[in-house]
């Protein structure tokens, strides 16, 4: 290449970052598609009548380097304290090994909700490992795989309490030594189901007035205190027990099974996961075996494959909403996947020595803390403690409070003359001697004699963490080694497309994810006092006021921890604006039946009745139908929930006029905006009669997935609704989440995103994504059918494709196809919803030309061997459908079937040097969930599978 020296070349990287296809390769797309130009093509796809006037403007994109300058700006304007706050959120030391083999790894945070167990050994066994850690410290049968956060997980234990319950009391009894956050949650949570919550001393417990009682473990002002009797009172009168415990405390006190509760909840943050000014970090959850089928949330079990090797795999009741739908007794979706491997790697890098050490370590130093502080002349309670003490100061308290941030340290004002200190894994002996300081006391932390102060009949007996994987190698190089082993069982975004339908699996770029582990982000508390986190102020306003200007909305609450609780969140709003216009009474809620489950199951959440839509032949919302059923429940409509563009893929015409019947009838309308990744630049749910919506982060604006969670689900509302987002929970009405901005530390990803694209970025990002799915559309068009379009022939960003012919004429299921992809190297797309029997596709803006391709080119090659099967040249039963996916053992040892090895491991699509193998064959779901084991099983059969 000549180089003249008046000639610059164009250097326009910044935007393909995000950008699959090159602008040659689009080019070539949009022949096959047979559209003359992008513009176009958005033109046949979307109405012009749901177009957005203006183009987005927020000035000019950043690039990478300008972007992560005015990141360290911002965070430089959040101030790191040593928060001793406590309640519920303590300082941890993540370990350097786990930050960057499991936080910072793309093969563990892009990966998928394991629904696919063959691609997901991996994380299925990192999350095993989670509750078997939770079975353990707590003493119960069985965990859960994580809920949102401590405080939604006390709310699902209420609900779930008063489902096993078998007393017909309609009241709750809420220890006052709860959590605030986790009283406020259970307080939001139990109104609209008619749940009265009491909450009182656990002393002044009557136990036949109430289906169930939450404690704190230790209390939220260090009260440490055996429940047993007061459990053992419940269940006289047929209630449940619930202990919300601090794990950690767990490795010195007695457990809450050992106390005889039916349920524990609690947080697993500081295990390892950074407070993140609230989030995100892993909930967990346990309960008795006999209630394990109520549980709330994912179960990871164990089964086995077709060769009867053992095979992890999420339990049935984990679709439970798609299944159930308003007869749901839990929305919950997306979890906390990402921070629960975490922790459970944290358990697994310490022991069970390790942990009760750094527990050990904690309580002594608060004894210490405690003793300095009482030989001062301070009035310092509880007498018996773990980590967290209350100290009378009388009028001093603001004076105490303030000299000790003049020391770098946050404290707890707890009443008007009280002060909390809550102390932590990060605690020095400087960190004491600050304290005291604070408190006007000069003293040296040098004595280290060990005293306990706590009850010696609270002291725990039993074992735990027995199991070898706590006590492996825990060399840095075995544990480094044992975490690239189970990451590279899995299949995530770093190795190929997941075209999954809906949940929009496209790019978490790197220099998005930096700032999430810099520390001014990672190491706030959520009660701090607002002016240490100025900088994520500036954040969130900034972020909010272009998410506003994305979705045509006036305000945004950052509060919901997923596109669920956004749900759960925005009908609350709803129902609390009627309520304010002495509309109380409207409790319909029109519904398609082509709704994600989490509609109708946020909407029995709420109390409200769920009234189907059917869908028109085309997909569309059938009117006749809407219009019918607003007519017949219009004294009573409360609103309706729709989707946009619908979940066939299709951008509606009829939406602004769905919206209109719902208004004329007295209702409010949430859209559903999961699918904004086919709207941004483009479309606005506010334009078109949205009231309100949830937006998914983790979806359209590139939170990584982590294997089903983190996420955020922040609402966006009209003005009409702002006076009714939820509240402050730390001491306000209406909480959602724990924390007032839910999981804040992720929000540098979704406000890099918008940054670095900017307004004409964003757009473009809409549009590839439309072309993509356009494209894969185009190129299978003969072999599959595509289920619905728009009037030219269009699909938005994804598309269905129908695969039930193929149970007739070949007896091949949607599952042996999905399990066939995995030997191509794909994760599936979406399956059986929203139509049964068939996948469902979305690219997303990310993939190239070249990986569409390779997904086509896997897809043709099914469809070329379901024609086999069809004309009677492969048998039914055993050929490469059926025996799908094949691993590295079908390459060894016999071989009876009538087609050959290298057809089977190296269909269309499938690398030769880079293939994937997945270490499982077909996972067996029925013998699993007939066989429920949902712990670590002996390492015995770790060797019997080996052999
Ligand atoms: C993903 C999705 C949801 C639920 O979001 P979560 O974050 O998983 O709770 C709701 N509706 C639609 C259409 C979705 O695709």
Redesign the pocket.
């Known amino acids: 290449m000549t180089f003249k020296p008046t000639e610059y070349l164009p250097y326009d990287f910044a935007n393909r970052r995000h950008i699959g296809p090159s602008p040659e390769e689009m080019e070539e797309m949009l022949k096959v598609v047979g559209a003359e130009s992008l513009d176009a093509l958005i033109d046949d796809t979307l109405p012009p009548a749901i177009r957005q006037k203006e183009p987005l403007d927020f000035g000019k994109a950043k690039s990478e380097r300008e972007l992560l300058h005015h990141m360290r700006v911002t965070a430089s304007k959040n101030k790191v304290l040593t928060s001793l706050i406590g309640q519920g959120y303590h300082g941890t030391v993540t370990p350097p090994a786990i930050q960057r083999n499991i936080l910072e790894n793309p093969a563990w945070y892009t990966a998928y909700t394991p629904y696919q167990p063959e691609i997901s050994q991996g994380r299925l066994e990192a999350l095993l490992n989670f509750q078997t850690m939770v079975c353990d410290l707590t003493g119960l049968e069985i965990a859960n795989a994580s809920l949102l956060d401590e405080a939604t997980a006390c709310a699902e234990a209420m609900t779930m309490a008063q489902r096993v319950s078998k007393s017909k009391v309609k009241a709750f009894f809420v220890d006052e030594n709860c959590h605030p956050q986790n009283i406020s949650v259970m307080k939001t949570r139990a109104a609209p189901l008619g749940i009265e919550v009491i909450v009182g001393s656990p002393d002044d417990l009557d136990a036949s007035a109430v289906f169930g009682a939450i404690f704190q473990y230790p209390g939220t002002y260090g009260q440490l205190r055996d429940f047993t009797d007061e459990i053992s009172k419940l269940h006289e009168h047929k209630g449940i027990g619930i202990i919300s415990a601090d794990p950690l405390s767990l490795t010195l006190l007695k457990e809450p099974g050992a106390m005889g509760a039916d349920i524990a909840v609690g947080s697993t943050q500081r295990f390892g996961v950074p407070i993140g000014y609230g989030g995100p970090h892993a909930a967990y959850m346990a309960t008795k075996s006999n209630y394990g089928r109520n549980m709330p949330g994912r179960i990871v079990g164990v089964s086995i494959d077709a060769h009867g090797n053992r095979a992890y795999r999420l339990s049935l009741q984990t679709r439970e909403q798609h299944i159930r739908r308003e007869k749901a007794t839990s929305?919950v979706?997306?979890a906390q996947a990402l921070l629960a491997v975490m922790a459970g790697f944290y358990a697994v890098f310490h022991g069970p020595k390790g942990l009760q050490a750094i527990a050990q370590r904690i309580h002594r130093k608060t004894a210490r803390l405690a003793e300095g502080l009482s030989q001062a002349g301070f009035e310092v309670r509880p007498k018996a403690f773990f980590d967290t003490i209350t100290v009378e100061v009388g009028p001093l308290q603001k004076a105490v409070m303030k000299s000790a941030v003049d020391e770098g340290i946050n404290l707890r004002a707890v009443g008007e003359t009280k002060i909390g200190i809550t102390l932590d894994e990060r605690t020095r002996p400087a960190t004491l001697e600050a304290v005291w300081r604070a408190f006007g006391i000069e003293r040296e932390d040098k004595d280290y004699t060990p005293h306990y102060s706590m009850p010696e009949k609270l002291i725990r007996k039993s074992e735990y963490l027995t199991h070898e994987i706590f006590h492996m190698n825990r060399s840095e190089t075995e544990m480094m080694r044992y975490m690239r082993r189970l990451a590279d069982r899995d299949l995530a975004l770093d190795r190929a497309m997941i075209p999954l339908g809906?949940?929009t699996m496209k790019l978490n770029s790197a220099a998005e994810m930096m700032p999430v582990s810099w520390r001014e982000f990672s190491l706030l508390h959520p009660y701090a006092p607002e002016d240490q986190a100025l900088g994520y102020k500036e954040m969130i306003d900034d972020l909010s006021s272009k998410l506003c200007d994305i979705t045509g909305y006036d305000a945004i609450s950052m509060q919901p921890n997923?596109?669920?609780?956004?749900?759960y969140a925005g009908l609350l709003t709803i129902a609390s604006y009627h309520r304010a216009n002495g509309q109380g009474h409207r409790n319909v809620c029109l519904i398609p039946m082509s709704?994600?489950g989490?509609?109708p199951a946020s909407a029995q959440m709420v109390g409200w009745k769920v009234v189907p839509i059917k869908s028109a032949e085309n997909g569309d919302i059938d009117l006749e139908d809407f219009r019918a059923k607003t007519e017949l429940h219009s004294e009573n409509l409360a609103g309706c929930m729709i989707?946009y563009p619908s979940?066939h893929g299709v951008f509606e015409e009829t939406v602004t006029e769905v919206t209109k019947i719902t208004h004329d009838h007295g209702g409010q309308v949430y859209i559903?905006g999961?699918?904004m990744n086919a709207m941004v630049g483009l479309s606005r749910p506010g334009d078109l009669g949205g009231d309100v919506s949830h937006l998914?982060l983790?979806?359209t604006f590139c939170i990584p997935h982590g294997g089903g969670g983190p996420?955020m689900?922040p609402i966006g509302v009209k003005e009409h609704l702002v006076a009714h987002l939820p509240g402050d929970p730390n001491g306000g009405e209406g909480a959602v989440s724990a924390a007032a901005f839910g999981s804040p530390s992720l929000l540098p990803i979704s406000w890099a995103y918008c940054l670095m694209m900017g307004g004409e970025g964003l757009t473009q990002a809409t549009r590839v994504a439309i072309l993509n799915a356009n494209y894969i559309a185009k190129r299978l068009e003969g072999a599959y059918d595509i289920m619905f379009t728009g009037p030219k022939g269009r699909i938005a960003h994804e598309c269905i494709l129908d695969t039930r012919p193929f149970a007739d004429s070949a007896h091949v299921t949607v599952d042996d196809i999905a399990k066939r992809l995995i030997d191509s190297g794909f994760h599936a797309p979406t399956m059986s919803w929203p139509v049964a029997g068939t996948l469902m596709v979305e690219p997303t803006e990310s993939e190239s030309k070249a990986e569409l391709d390779r997904f086509c080119d896997a897809m043709l090659s099914i469809r070329a061997e379901i024609a086999e099967i069809e004309d009677g040249k492969i048998d039914g039963e055993n050929n490469a459908l059926k025996n799908a996916p094949h691993t590295v053992e079908d390459l060894v040892g016999d071989w009876d079937r009538p087609y050959t090895r290298e057809q089977g491991c190296f269909p269309a699509g499938a690398f030769r040097v880079d293939k994937y193998w997945p270490p499982v064959n077909r996972v067996d779901n029925v013998y699993g969930d007939r066989n429920l084991v949902c712990t670590c099983p002996p390492m015995e059969e770790y060797l019997e599978a080996a052999e």
């Open positions: 929305n979706c997306t809906s949940c997923s596109g669920a609780q956004g749900e709704a994600h989490t509609n989707t979940t559903d999961a699918n998914n983790h979806k996420g689900g």
